[in-house]
């Protein structure tokens, strides 16, 4: 094992997602603990630790793609938790979705805001803003 | 035909993607006149003019989109540009789809990378930056 | 807000999907009205409007699209019930999704079927017909 | 092998996809003889003579189902052939990719209307009717 | 009805899947009955008794593409059972799974691992082997 | 950067993919050096090297993710070479193609079977086997 790596994987990804992600690794020791390593190691240790795209961006770029994906609507409540934890406004989220609207349709952009509506009552938010 | 938003979704198209935006509406215009139509008025018209997010952020958007769908080449070589065109660096480009690894795997990302990679060979740009 | 787009989308959707759809796009509204909007005024009042296909067909696609795309099983939801609506049988609803066998695998087939049977059950429909 | 099934689907294939769908069976002869075969015996021996459906209603879902999948471009060139051929219209196949639109978003039915500007050229159509 | 492939193909699927399998055909008999005869003629009559592959392997390809497609963890269910029935470890197909990782991203994998989870644990088994 | 993963994964890359692993790492050199190098540290050096399956099980999974995934036609061209490389016969490779039609449908099998096609004939393989 690559100590290093790991170490700062798992500094990034507690920054990112908080609980969310350590459950999600937790969740993995007794079946598959190497993907809970890789995840750590190369998506958190060796990604979102680059240069050239702040924390933001990386969550941004994060749920976009899961949305478009479709059918991961447990990594979008880790990641929609990961994007309020780094900053982005839950009114920048919903936006985020709402941009995805011509490239995906409406099906997957009301799959996740049902995902993002679920957080943000458990996490207290009002949502506001760029709503017309 | 809704003249305002259309006259507002062609300017925004206009200043996000230029040309190849243009010729995608012409290239409409003897098969699927309303297609086109809708992209200006709703795509453009409606969603890019938003609050909410700057343009680099809906390119940035856009183009996590259409790599995560894969399949969609031709529309990520008109948006490559359109976020060239909007300020967003050639190596933030090249940024954005390395973030997308995790959740897409590579291939996809490499089919969005050799599209980059003919965009910024046409428009004479040399990459650099966060590369390690 | 452009009112009459809106007031005829309004007026389709609850022709088409009613109480449905109506409860979708009530549910957006404290986390994302304009998503909403954009499905009555653009989705319904631009595109389910339009000439050259009656709503027969215009459910018969959208069925199969939603079943193709995957992980779509709540929009399915509401327009299976939207078919039965506008005078699809429901037998002619499972010959749809048996006419996607050869194009998308038994697997989604299968997760549309169980959809179906569940809005059948709630409607208390026998399934009768073509099957051999 | 079962000859009547073979026989009776071959009968079908001709009918709907004629010289396009026996060029997909002739290519594969020479590496995969059995997916012809099951191309022949199920999707068309099978399948699309059922009841329940007629022909124009089998493959408006056909290319529906292709479009949504993306990445199924030769395909869709072979049953838009198939769909004008048992009878719908140039502009009804248009119309049916724009009502995907809200389903899929706009490039997978970009992609699709172009594969269909293709067939209407080669085949000397001109489109015209419910654009508005 | 084609009772020689049926009765092949029923016994097939018995040897694979199981209970699961049959529970599958049995739920759709009063909505779909031919989607059930054709997953035992054709999916289990034509394709899982050919030469060329054993069992073991077909399980393997099976479950590495409903992993890969998404949205299937109904079906991930039986087969994931399925290949247990028919002598791949659970080790193996956690392996399976985790060879995906680098052409499908994070995400598809960690919801086939977690369906793999629940299975293992229906079954009292304990995960051992190469996870390093 | 991690030497020893890099070396290994290098080794592990050219043992499956030969020239076809090494021209893709190449043409990234300019553009995307980073997404190369986790290419060979991660999917080879990692992921490949990993206990547990042989590399012609490694590389059946690949192409089967690569058939489902779809417009991964590039990618399937290496992989389908490198499974040849490791020893899987062509026959095989076919069969393993067949064995999908049941979850993907056809059209994502003849795209891979046509890329297939393409590889034996440069590869001067003629096919022969469990085809009945």
Redesign the interface.
């Known amino acids: 094992?690559?100590t290093e790596?790991y170490e700062q994987g798992k500094r990034k990804l507690a920054e990112i997602d908080g609980n969310g992600g350590e459950n999600?690794i937790a969740?993995?020791q007794?079946?598959?603990?190497?993907?809970g390593r890789?995840?750590v190691e190369?998506?958190f240790g060796?990604?979102y630790r680059?240069?050239?795209?702040n924390l933001r961006?990386?969550e941004?770029?994060?749920i976009?793609?899961?949305?478009?994906?479709?059918?991961?609507e447990?990594?979008l409540e880790v990641h929609i938790n990961g994007a309020l934890n780094v900053g982005i406004s839950a009114?920048?989220i919903?936006?985020?979705?709402?941009?995805?609207?011509?490239?995906?349709?409406?099906?997957?952009?009301?799959?996740a805001?049902?995902v993002?509506?679920k957080v943000?009552m458990e996490r207290g938010l009002a949502?506001s803003?760029?709503?017309?």
Chains 1, 2, 3, 4, 5, 6 share one sequence.
């Open positions: 094992m690559d790596r999600v969740s993995l007794d079946i598959a603990p190497d993907l890789y995840i190369f998506a060796d990604i680059r240069d050239g795209l961006e990386r941004m770029i994060t976009t793609s899961l949305l478009t994906a479709g059918g991961c447990a990594q009114s920048k919903v936006e985020t979705f709402i941009q995805c609207i011509p490239y995906t349709g409406f099906p997957k952009v009301l799959n805001i049902f993002a509506k943000f949502i803003g760029p709503q017309s």
